[in-house]
């Protein structure tokens, strides 16, 4: 189902870094996938999760990689365990266009992924690792690890600059809202350090830096 554009614009607003807190405080440290890199001009992206499993090939025939792709819905942030293999995701240039006329929102791998996909990419090796005829689809649509996070179906995936986080989508617009305010709070304290305060009181902020924050920055 398309994630909702008041969501989206909620979510694309703010960083991974502030949604990861926002996250942590709620128990939930398996959101945040960890050891992926943005891709060099990769811009961020944000989308219900469609997930995939890859394992080493040992002869067996796989899923139809075509077939499987084809069936990813515009808007969605494609997502493929490949158990940290250090090889190239076996897409190829021209499964990777297809994939991008789908109208794929992005795609994040704990493997490496082949240059110019024309996508937003996350990827947990350099690129160009690897020939990558030695991964196997095995499985889509299901719950996956990927960069020490859990990833389930529907999630809303957020990747920007600093990261991935994998957001359950029952909570996701309470988490938007709450992260919005994070990063509020993140600014004010970064302009304060700025300004020369001391970091007494202000990480994490006290009480006392709290008030200080309401008072400045509540609307007039």
Known sequence: MPIDATLRDALSAVSTASLGRVLARRGLTACALRGLRAHSGSRGA????HTLRLIRARGEAGLSLSQTLDGVPEGAVVVADAGGAGETLPFGAVLAVRLAQRGAAGLITDAACPPGTGLPVWSGQPEGAGAGSGLVLVGA????????????????????????????AAIAEAVALEAVEQQRLDL?????VEKGASLEGLLPPDAAALARFEAETKPA
């Open 46 to 49: 944000v989308g219900p999760a």
């Open 188 to 192: 004010w304290i970064q302009r304060e």
């Open 141 to 168: 649509g299901e719950p996956i690890a990927c960069g020490g996070g859990a990833v389930h179906p529907g999630d809303i995936v957020v990747g920007d600059a600093e990261g991935v986080v994998a957001i359950p």
